[in-house]
């Protein structure tokens, strides 16, 4: 069957009758991010207004009889709908939803058909799969990867198509209805039970999906794809926004952009340059500190009579090296040290210091000084 909630999407409460009210436990995540488990019932309707999750949409938040409805989901042809107070089998109740937590819901639902749509259309990418995540969404293509080309055109024409006003309709469909192999799909669930759900826009797609949708494209507003994403089995994930989700993105990124205007004290087109200015004052400040840091542990140990060989850096990468000792022997060493470290050097009065790009071979440099160390002990 299909609950009210798929009927009309944009209800925003129902008058029903409880059917049944059992015990049950709900496991949820606590706010320390454990894992909890909450004691309630199970309540069950004639007919809901709050969607049970299902078609990669989250399910609905909402009350009855201002009662919280922590959780609904689909059982066969009933919602259960997991509360912590018990209701009367056989009582009136109003239900109501969470309306912007489902209106949110239906613009990007609705956003992922057309999106999906029109990536089939223009370049034959076809979906996979899709998430709808709590602040912004993944469409997974089944394509190893996407040009900035291929995705600018895509956004491009679908947000042609919001502006363009289409309808969305639902339509129901038998089993065997004809027309239900004509109808595009990733199938059903086992447990399905009564007609096939049809969304329709006008135009431009018809798939069978059990979610909630708007009636119009117009009320998805705009559209923003975000980028790409290296997804699972050579896929590649397209993410975006649809609707209030960006006007809030918008906000928060305009937010962003003035705390840097403040903080860099230049205008929004010359944030990065000034990022770049300071990452790189940053690193020649390190390097530096870096520097003048080895050579005062040299001060500090005396190497007038001792070989001293002091490294700064990442193992996987770059860094710095300071060779300290005996002028003679430090002159001797100091280029073979630079050369196994793969970079460059100079020194003068004992002292050879130097830049490497391969710090993974510093036990290679220290086995070279130990066997200068050996020989030098065997001369003598």
Request: net charge negative; hydrophobic share 35%.
């Amino acid at each position: 069957m299909a609950f009210w909630c798929q009927r009309d999407s944009y209800a925003r409460e129902f008058t029903t009758t409880v059917v049944s009210c059992c015990p049950a436990e709900l496991q949820t995540e606590g706010s320390n991010g454990k894992k909890e488990v909450l004691s309630g019932f199970q309540v069950v309707l004639e007919d809901t207004v709050l969607f049970p999750e299902g078609g990669g949409q989250p399910d609905d938040r909402g009350t009855i009889n201002d009662i919280s409805v922590l959780r609904v989901t689909r059982r066969g042809e009933q919602a259960d709908h997991f509360t912590q107070t018990p209701l009367d089998p056989g009582s009136q109740v109003l239900v109501r939803v969470d309306w912007e937590r489902r209106f949110d819901h239906m613009q990007q639902h609705s956003g992922q058909h057309l999106i999906t749509a029109v990536a089939d259309h223009l370049f034959k990418l076809k979906t996979t799969s899709w998430e709808l995540g709590r602040f912004r969404s993944a469409i997974e293509l089944d394509t190893p990867s996407m040009t900035a080309e291929q995705v600018a055109a895509i956004e491009q024409s679908v947000n042609e198509k919001i502006r363009d006003r289409l309808p969305v309709n639902v339509r129901e469909l038998s089993l065997d209805d004809p027309e239900v192999e004509q109808v595009s799909g990733r199938g059903l669930p086992d447990d399905h039970a009564g007609p096939i759900r049809v969304v329709n826009i006008e135009g431009v797609d018809s798939n069978m999906c059990c979610g909630t949708h708007v009636s119009n494209l117009s009320d998805l507003q705009v559209i923003k794809i975000l980028g790409t994403e290296k997804g699972k089995k050579n896929r590649t994930n397209l993410i975006f926004l649809s609707g209030n989700r960006v006007l809030k993105w918008m906000e928060r990124s305009h937010g962003t952009e003035k705390a840097l205007t403040a903080l860099l004290k230049c205008g929004a087109e010359d944030h990065v340059e000034a990022v770049k200015k300071l990452q790189n004052s940053t690193k020649i400040l390190q390097k530096e500190g870096d520097s003048e840091f080895m050579n005062i542990i040299a001060n500090e140990i005396g190497s007038e009579e001792t070989l001293l060989f002091l490294t700064v850096g990442d193992e996987k990468g770059g860094g710095l090296f300071l060779l300290a000792g005996p002028p003679a022997s430090v002159e001797t060493l100091g280029p073979r040290v630079a050369e196994v470290l793969e970079g460059k050097g100079a020194g003068k009065k004992g002292r050879f210091q130097g830049k490497a790009t391969k710090m993974s071979r510093r036990m290679e440099a220290q086995a070279l000084l130990q066997d200068y160390i050996s020989t030098q002990s065997a001369k003598e």
